[in-house]
């Protein structure tokens, strides 16, 4: 058998990105342990949560989940030395790609002017075979990937803030088809810890057996043998 490429590690030659994902949570599948390390070296990164995740409870409904869920994401962002972290109410499971979706994700890009955007994987698998994706990660990632280049065209959506043509690259954590990673031996177990933050959302799922610590070891395990590492977060990297 094969043995898969070795990842290339990710620059670090930036000061400003911005995390913009579907739910709270999404960042702690996978990529919470990278901020952690962005942060520990004094980058800026700012979350941004398309939805509240009301919808992601069955036994609580999204009127009492969505604001739980938001404090929740506040303080799991807290724990990797995220301070700034907004919701744009869209609404949780019905995620639309289309003009909407840019324009709003171009305001924010213009708003916040990072030199990185980081997204989820929104390839149609997590495993490029047949873990299936969820529609809302499609949509948001790659309304986001469009969304950076319209932010850079003045004459794209020009009510909504001066044009932004700073951002270097756009991350897709997580993908299945990424060819780069970082080291996150260090401050593993702040990604942890973050995601053991969305307690009511882990205890929602009703996965008995589920470890946060034994999940994302799993991952990042076999991602850092791919970089030389003990542990590794993966990403797919877009140049706009």
């Keep these: 058998m094969t043995a898969p490429e070795p990842f290339e590690a990710l620059p670090e ?69 995220v301070s700034v972290v907004e919701f744009l109410g869209q609404p949780d499971g019905t995620i639309e790609y289309g003009v909407p979706l840019r324009r709003l994700i171009a305001e924010v890009v213009r708003r916040h ?31 986001t990937l469009d969304a950076v280049r319209d932010a850079a065209n003045r004459w794209i959506f020009p009510d909504v803030g001066e044009r932004w043509n700073g951002v270097r690259q756009v991350w897709a954590g997580g993908s299945p088809n990424g060819k780069h990673a970082v080291d996150i031996t260090d401050t593993f177990q702040l990604g942890v810890d973050s995601l053991k933050a969305h307690k009511a959302y882990i ?16 991952l990042s395990r076999s991602t850092g043998s791919r970089l030389g590492t003990t542990f590794a977060a993966p990403f797919e990297v877009f140049t706009p």
């Design 13 to 81: 030659d930036w000061s400003k990105a911005l995390a913009l994902v579907a739910h709270p949570d999404d960042l702690e599948f996978g990529a919470a342990a990278a901020v952690a390390r962005w942060t520990a070296q004094g980058k800026e990164i700012i979350y941004c949560l398309l939805t509240s995740g009301e919808a992601g409870i069955d036994g609580i409904p999204p009127a009492e989940s969505g604001p739980l869920r938001e404090a929740e994401q506040i303080e799991s962002a807290r724990i990797v030395g």
């Design 113 to 143: 002017q990072p030199e990185i955007v980081i997204t989820n994987n929104f390839r149609d698998t997590w495993d490029g075979d047949v873990m299936l994706n969820q529609a809302d990660h499609m949509n948001t990632g790659r309304a």
């Design 203 to 218: 205890d929602g799922l009703n996965w008995p057996h589920f470890d946060p610590a034994e999940f994302l070891e799993g």
